[in-house]
Structure formats: structure tokens, C-alpha cells
């Protein structure tokens, strides 16, 4: 029999920046930043943009009652399904919600009950059931998830700040670094350290190196300095992820083969990909 995966992940979102459902998509997905991680029996959710309702769907069809959702930040697209997470709304059910860029701003409850708040939103915070628990940590700080799983962090560099977390258990690990910029020609020595001989690494490669010039500021980065820091960092597997919402399934396609071309390793996320460690 094949050995249990210590980690498995799943892709349930994987644009960056809006939601872009239409036929020019279906194939690498329109849905907003969430990943799914299932370690040591637990369920952790990397950010709740707009995929994160599909999730919460697939979690009440399990009876999975239990979380732990790490925000990478809180701009819209990694927040914008929290409202619509519907296991947040029943009763006996526990969610952990942790950020670590808020913790001088007012927190990560306050973000979130502002964003649920009329008139941007009629539902408030207050109507969902379950015991909720909110933490705001400090980037580089490490966070105990429960018996033998942690949480590395990293502070990235992106407006209004963010956190990379490298999730480690049973000597495997699966890096979360997303949202954030480099500077060309200086790789970022907070992700690298993070990384470091890391299993998986799923990077904010929003932009391609061609396209970045015209986007300095904005806070993202591109898939080739993505392969770089893995190399530079030993990390063994690269994902592309956090896709502009202006690259339709053609240009991603393209971005695939070149990625291939330049990597044996690494991966373009798409909606559903599901990766075993
Ligand atoms: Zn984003
Ligand atoms: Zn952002």
C-alpha cells in the first residue's frame, strides 16, 4: 500500500486581483485566491477569495466542522468569499482566523467585520454561528497549529503589507507567498529564508518579467523570478499562482510552456489541482 501523503493541497482559487469567470478561463479557473491544505487530520484554508465558497461547500458534504484560516492579507480577492464560507454559519462548528499584518491596525476581526458591513454587504459578521476565533500575529513570527504542525512566516513586501507561511509537518513543507513584489536583480531574502529547501513553494507570479516594468508598485511579481528564488533557495517544486486576471487560457497556456521549458519541476496552478507531498 502507498504511503499516506503527509500534506496533500488543493486549489480552489487561483486569480489574483477579481474574479474573472467566462468561457476564456474555465481552463486555469476564474475564482479568487484559496488554497487548501489537509495535514495531521486538520483542515487549513490559505486565504478566502471567491474559491473558498466551493470549499466551504465541499467541507459541510464531509461534516469537516473544524479550520484554521491563515490570511495571506486582506485586499478583496483573499477575503471576498469569507461571506459566502458557509460552514462559518452553522452552529458547533469552529473556525481559527489568523493574520499577521494587522496586529498595530486594528486587527483581523475589526478587517473582517468591516468588510461584512452594510451598505457594502448586508450580512453582519455577528450572524455567523460558529465559535469564531481571531488571531493577529507578526510576520516572521511562528504560529502551533496543533500537534506537530507549525506555521513559518515571512513578512512580504505588498501595500498595506502581507504573510508568506511555510506549513511544516512530519519533515515535509508547502510555502505560501503570495501577495508580493520584487525587485528585479535583488532576490527578497525574507521569502528565500522561508523557502529554503522547501517541498513546495506557490508564488505570486501574477505578472510575467516582460510585463513588470509597467507595473512596478503594484505589489506582484512574475513566474521567472518565481523559478529563480526556488532555484536559488533549493526548494524542489514551484506553482504559479496568483494569475492576472488579464491572462485568458491562451496566454496562460503560453506561460505553461515556457515555464516548461525553463523548469522540469514547477507547475502552473489551475482550478482543482491537487498536489500530495
Ligand atoms: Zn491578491
Ligand atoms: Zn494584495
Same mark, same amino acid.
Given at each position: 500500500m502507498a504511503e499516506a501523503p503527509a500534506l496533500t493541497v488543493r486549489f480552489w482559487g487561483v486569480r489574483g486581483s477579481i474574479a474573472c469567470p467566462s468561457p476564456a478561463y474555465v481552463g486555469f479557473g476564474g475564482n479568487t485566491s484559496c488554497v487548501e491544505v489537509r495535514v495531521a487530520g486538520r483542515v487549513l484554508i490559505l486565504d478566502a477569495g471567491t474559491g473558498v465558497r466551493a470549499l466551504g461547500k465541499l467541507l459541510r458534504r464531509e461534516g469537516v466542522r473544524e479550520a484554521d484560516i491563515l490570511f495571506s492579507h486582506t485586499h478583496w480577492d483573499h477575503v471576498n468569499g469569507f461571506p459566502f #464560507?458557509? *460552514? @462559518? #454559519?452553522? *452552529? =458547533?462548528h469552529a473556525f481559527h482566523v489568523f493574520a499577521g499584518h494587522l496586529a498595530e491596525q486594528g486587527g483581523i476581526r475589526e478587517a473582517i467585520a468591516g468588510h461584512m458591513h452594510e451598505p457594502m454587504f448586508p450580512v453582519p459578521l455577528d450572524v455567523m454561528k460558529a465559535r469564531l476565533t481571531f488571531t493577529d500575529f507578526r510576520a516572521g513570527e511562528t504560529l =502551533? %497549529?496543533? *500537534?506537530g504542525v507549525r506555521a513559518r512566516t515571512a513578512r512580504l513586501n505588498h501595500p498595506n503589507g502581507a504573510t508568506a507561511y511555510r506549513i511544516e509537518h512530519a519533515g515535509r513543507s508547502v510555502c505560501y507567498v503570495t501577495d508580493t513584489e520584487h525587485v528585479p536583480g535583488r532576490p527578497d531574502e525574507n521569502v528565500l529564508g522561508l523557502i529554503a529547501? @522547501? =517541498? %513546495?513553494v506557490i508564488y505570486d507570479? !501574477?505578472? !510575467?518579467d516582460a510585463e513588470l516594468p509597467a507595473k512596478v508598485g503594484w505589489g506582484h511579481s512574475t513566474w521567472q523570478e518565481g523559478v529563480r528564488l526556488a532555484r536559488r533557495a533549493g526548494a524542489r517544486r514551484l506553482v504559479v499562482f496568483h494569475h492576472d486576471p488579464d491572462h485568458d487560457d491562451d496566454d496562460m497556456a503560453g506561460i505553461e510552456r515556457e515555464l516548461a521549458a525553463e523548469s522540469d519541476d514547477a507547475v502552473v496552478a489551475r482550478e482543482g489541482l491537487r498536489l500530495e507531498l
Open positions: #464560507f458557509t *460552514p @462559518a #454559519f452553522e *452552529p =458547533d =502551533d %497549529l496543533g *500537534p529547501g @522547501a =517541498d %513546495l507570479s !501574477t505578472y !510575467t
